[in-house]
């Protein structure tokens, strides 16, 4: 199993970006899906989860009402729309996946892509 995240880029506060992450390996609906974030001299943190069918999505606290999670199954592919940024949601972006269970901490993930920058500026 590989993940390729991409879609990173710096932008002002406010605007908007959707970071991808492709899977490559077995069948992607049998795994679930997380999006991290770990910020410089800061230990990487959980952003969203999305199970196996696309269901399940929870977020942390700092980015609900403004980050989407989705997933495409026909298309291996999970999402990350990113709106109304803030220069404190500057970090490398992270995706990951586990087979058997949720992934709501780090120590829940079996596979991780190699991660985008996201930079804002205020």
């Known amino acids: 199993v590989q993940l390729q995240a991409s879609g990173g880029g710096s932008v002002q506060a406010g605007e908007s970006l959707r970071l991808s992450c492709v899977f490559f390996?077995?069948?992607?609906?049998?795994?679930?899906l997380a999006w991290f974030r770990q910020a410089p001299g800061k230990e990487r943190e959980f952003v969203a989860h999305?199970?196996?069918?696309?269901?399940?999505?929870t977020y942390a606290e700092s980015v609900k009402g403004r980050f989407a999670v989705s997933r495409d199954n026909g298309k291996d592919t999970m999402y990350l729309q990113m709106d109304d940024l803030r220069p404190e949601d500057t970090a490398v972006y992270y995706c990951?996946?586990?087979?058997?269970?949720?992934?709501?901490?780090?120590?829940?993930?079996?596979?991780w892509g190699q991660g985008t920058q996201v930079t804002v500026s205020s």
């Open positions: 390996g077995r069948p992607f609906g049998s795994y679930t």
């Open positions: 999305v199970g196996w069918n696309g269901g399940g999505i």
């Open positions: 990951a996946a586990n087979r058997y269970r949720e992934i709501m901490s780090v120590d829940d993930a079996h596979y």
